[in-house]
Nanobody, 119 residues
């Protein structure tokens, strides 16, 4: 079982920045991929950014050039640096971890942290 605890959300004016953190209860050396998803009211949860164990990253088109995902394996932490925030970035942001096993993938979620970009 993997527990993920997010922090860093809050209210920020459009154009501002926030950094989200996700701390895992296990060594993230053992986690194949970690990512951030978001869900706005009335919308489906969507991938924002992901990072694999080899450091490969993947971003949603809507955040490319503004958001950066990174991981600190020794702190068991994944970060999402969000710059130039827009009102449409407002959502609950969830941390996700995937551990691949033979024939299956184990998936874990954090509890979510609210990000609001509004004046």
């Amino acid at each position: 079982q993997v527990q993920l605890v997010e922090s860093g959300g809050g209210l920020v004016q459009p154009g501002g920045s926030l950094r989200l953190s996700c701390v895992a209860s296990v060594s993230i050396f053992s986690i194949n991929a970690m990512g951030w998803y978001r869900q706005a009211p009335g919308k489906q949860r969507e991938l924002v950014a992901a990072i694999a164990s080899d450091g490969t990253t993947n971003y949603a088109d809507s955040v490319k050039g503004r958001f950066t995902i990174s991981r600190d394996n020794y702190k068991n932490t994944v970060y999402l640096q969000m710059n130039s925030l827009k009102p449409e970035d407002t959502a609950v942001y969830y941390c996700n971890a995937k551990i691949r096993r033979v024939g299956s993938t184990l998936e874990y979620w954090g509890q979510g942290t609210q990000v609001t970009a509004s004046s």
